[in-house]
């Protein structure tokens, strides 16, 4: 039975002597050049010679070479290098490395070959020059800030998004002298004003926004940012790159809470940046002395989380699309926040073709009726009876996983806050979260259905105790 090789060969007896030979022989010849620098260690002699505890902690590790070394370039999986540190053979190598001729890498907190993995990935996905992996989104957003927005700088960003990013920007960056301008995500002739009046260090802004899912103009805002040289960074960790890419739009950078859809599975904390090499290079700089560092494994749960990332987001999309349509109809349901409405206030600017290519993503906002006031105790027993009252979702924080998760805003994330801060911020009673994950469309909407019956007035559900509308007596965070 003649196989491939034999193909080959009888292809090759009548070939002249220059024409070419196997397809990849040279990577091949190169790995082997790269494992033959390991093998003429001569340490491993000495190793096998000495007492019990030197080959306790050397034997069958110290030697690098042969089949470990050639089945470590094979593996499938991208290995997880689980290493503080990084050695050397000798001086010259170090030397090397410092004058960039030698690549390699140091020590884990400036980076790990795990990890370089997946900030290769993230650069594939985004059509990125350079990208950077770190703990967790929030020190993504905070470490980008520190680095490229020096002492008295200006920052603009808009109303809608996450509460701790707003509580760095609004408590921390003041100690630097850093002045904040927040403007409504829709209102780009305000920026372009601020822009062109008082000039910015940087622009910042989610897309889709956190929690009430506004959309913000992309392509105008990368626009006036370019002319008036400041630095534009958008978090999509809502929209994902498979819905939304916004350096292929102009932005500068792009920012990832990598723990929700990126890693996909609730499992893992991580946050990205990528974008332009030289904000990029700024920021690493920065991280390698804050210490913000993903783990080698986690790095490698992400990447394996990310080979699904287009199969899990399209499914939420459809999901999330179809509650929002069947959420749009209902009569317990006040308003529901979700770009592909007609009314959502956002709508022409999401349904450009260049915006959003595939949908837009797997999390809506809607606010239960309830008697009819957003801010009554009536209104927050509703939505708390309509939020036990789920069977399939969790409840908890977060969003992107393939378990759906729930939460009541007013007691997730601004339960310490007072009433006049979360009217303007329109965190009102019955506004509800809903990340969808990868279950089946038609159980959760028949679960949602069912749970709304449960808003009415002396409904009832089977809990251990009823609980109390917070006070919010908290400590403002503006």
């Keep these: 039975m003649s196989g491939p090789l034999d193909e080959i060969g009888k292809r090759d007896s009548g070939r002249v002597e220059d024409e070419p030979g196997l397809m990849g022989k040279a990577e091949s010849d190169e790995m082997q050049a790269n494992i033959a620098r390991f093998n003429g260690d001569n340490r491993n002699a000495v190793i096998n010679v000495g007492g019990p505890s030197t080959r306790a902690v050397h034997g069958g590790e110290r030697q690098k070479g042969g089949m470990k070394a050639r089945a470590t370039l094979d593996a499938l999986a991208t290995p997880i290098v689980q290493t503080a540190t990084f050695t050397f053979r000798n001086t010259a190598e170090i030397v090397a490395?410092?004058?960039?001729?030698?690549?390699?890498?140091?020590?884990?907190?400036?980076?790990?070959?795990?990890?370089?993995?997946?900030?290769?990935?993230?650069?594939?996905?985004?059509?990125?020059?350079?990208?950077?992996?770190?703990?967790?989104?929030?020190?993504?957003?905070?470490?980008?800030?520190?680095?490229?927005?020096?002492?008295?700088?200006?920052?603009?960003?808009?109303?809608d998004c996450y509460r701790r990013t707003r509580q760095f920007v609004t408590t921390v960056l003041p100690k630097m002298g850093v002045k904040l301008t927040?403007?409504?995500?829709?209102?780009?002739?305000?920026?372009?004003r601020i822009l062109s009046t008082q000039g910015a260090t940087l622009f910042f802004s989610e897309q889709i926004t956190n929690p009430l899912c506004r959309v913000i103009d992309t392509e105008r805002i990368a626009a006036l940012c370019k002319a008036h040289n400041c630095i534009c960074c958008i978090d999509t960790t809502f929209a994902t790159p498979v819905n939304h890419r916004p350096i292929d739009l102009g932005s500068d950078l792009v920012l990832h809470s990598g723990t929700k859809y990126l890693a996909g599975h609730n499992d893992v904390m991580c946050g990205v940046l990528a974008g332009k090499k030289e904000y990029i290079d700024k920021v690493r700089k920065l991280h390698g002395v804050l210490g913000g560092v993903c783990d080698p494994h986690a790095a490698y749960m992400v990447l394996r989380g990310l080979k699904t990332l287009s199969l899990r987001v399209e499914q939420q999309n459809r999901t999330a699309e179809a509650l929002a349509r069947f959420l749009d109809a209902h009569?317990?349901?006040?308003?529901?926040?979700?770009?592909?409405?007609?009314?959502?206030?956002?709508?022409?600017?999401?349904?450009r073709k260049s915006m959003f290519s595939k949908g837009f993503g797997g999390v809506l906002s809607f606010e239960i009726r309830g008697d009819g006031n957003p801010w009554s105790q009536d209104t927050f027993d509703a939505t708390a009876r309509f939020i036990d009252a789920l069977k399939i979702p969790y409840i908890g924080p977060s969003l992107g996983g393939v378990e759906t998760l729930v939460e009541q805003v007013r007691v997730v994330g601004y339960y310490d806050q007072p009433l006049e801060v979360r009217q303007r911020l329109s965190i009102t009673n019955g506004l509800v979260r809903y990340a969808c994950g990868i279950e089946d469309t038609a159980d959760l909407i028949a679960d949602v259905e069912q749970a709304l019956t449960y808003v009415k007035p002396g409904s009832i559900v089977h809990h251990e105790m009823e609980p109390p509308m917070p006070k919010g007596d908290g400590e403002e965070d503006p």
Excluded: W
């Design 182 to 192: 927040v403007i409504d995500p829709a209102d780009v002739d305000e920026l372009e």
């Design 97 to 159: 490395y410092n004058e960039g001729t030698y690549e390699s890498f140091e020590y884990g907190r400036y980076g790990n070959p795990t990890v370089r993995a997946l900030e290769e990935k993230i650069m594939a996905l985004e059509n990125a020059e350079d990208a950077l992996v770190s703990s967790s989104g929030m020190n993504a957003v905070t470490t980008m800030l520190l680095a490229l927005v020096d002492q008295n700088g200006h920052v603009v960003s808009t109303t």
């Design 331 to 351: 009569p317990c349901v006040e308003k529901v926040h979700y770009p592909v409405l007609p009314h959502h206030r956002d709508h022409a600017i999401a349904s």
